[in-house]
């Protein structure tokens, strides 16, 4: 079975660009969350979608912002892209309502460096 | 806010030994979960714990929960190269089982041969 997929791998952009990356989850997984990973840092969390609906987010600028799609597909866009957002950017799926805790699976993520 | 503190940050041993890494925090979570997570890749579930007390074993590798669900710890025994990596520990709120994840900083592990 594939496990979490995103893309691009890697993405360089400048100053004031915008970018969007994409997800695709475990199948049978509904629920999708994407992470901030600054070098020496543990992931920060940045949104959570379950069903399409937005169910958390986390303490962002409104630069940032994502969606899901009917196929539990996710794409997550930053707007106005900073010096400070170069950074790992982790997707994670979980199947969300079938388990008492939250266990997510995370992809291999995608490398974004602002120059 | 809930937090959580890893320690040590850094361990450097020779391949052979033993080491234990600790995951503490004050608030109290529903389900801790450690990964590992190599340069520039995606973290990798190693294991979940959800009962206090609980100690789950992974070939060398022994994880607990603490009786209060508000600590655990990673134990490596005989510690071969392979096991370099960023390991970290992330929780689970109890108000939901599907909040989002809380991770600490992580313990980074050079075991060298």
């Known amino acids: 079975d594939a496990g979490v997929t995103q893309s691009p791998t890697h993405l360089i952009k400048t100053r004031g660009q915008h970018v969007t990356l994409r997800c695709s989850p475990i199948s049978g997984h509904k629920s999708v969350s994407w992470y901030q990973q600054v070098l020496g840092q543990g992931p920060q969390f940045i949104f959570q979608y379950y069903e399409k609906e937005e169910r958390g987010r986390g303490n962002f600028p409104d630069r940032f912002s994502a969606r899901q799609f009917p196929n539990y597909s996710s794409e997550l866009n930053v707007n106005a892209l900073l010096l400070g957002d170069s950074a790992l950017y982790l997707c994670?799926?979980?199947?969300?309502?079938?388990?008492?805790?939250?266990?997510?699976?995370f992809g291999p993520g995608t490398r974004l460096t602002v120059l | 806010t809930q937090l959580l503190e890893q320690s040590p940050q850094f361990l450097s041993i020779q391949e052979g030994e033993n080491l234990t890494v600790y995951c503490n925090s004050s608030s109290v979570f529903s389900s801790l979960q450690w990964y590992r997570q190599e340069p520039g890749e995606g973290p990798v579930l190693l294991v979940t714990v959800v009962t206090g007390g609980e100690v789950k074993k992974l070939k060398r590798l022994t994880f607990q929960f603490g009786d209060a669900r508000k600590d655990s710890s990673l134990h490596i025994t005989a510690a071969q190269p392979g096991d370099t990596g960023l390991y970290l520990c992330?929780?689970?709120?109890?108000?939901?089982?599907?909040?989002?994840?809380?991770f600490g900083k992580g313990t980074r592990l050079s075991v060298i041969a």
């Open positions: 994670a799926s979980s199947l969300a309502g079938a388990l008492p805790y939250n266990e997510q699976f």
């Open positions: 992330a929780g689970s709120s109890p108000d939901s089982g599907n909040t989002p994840l809380v």
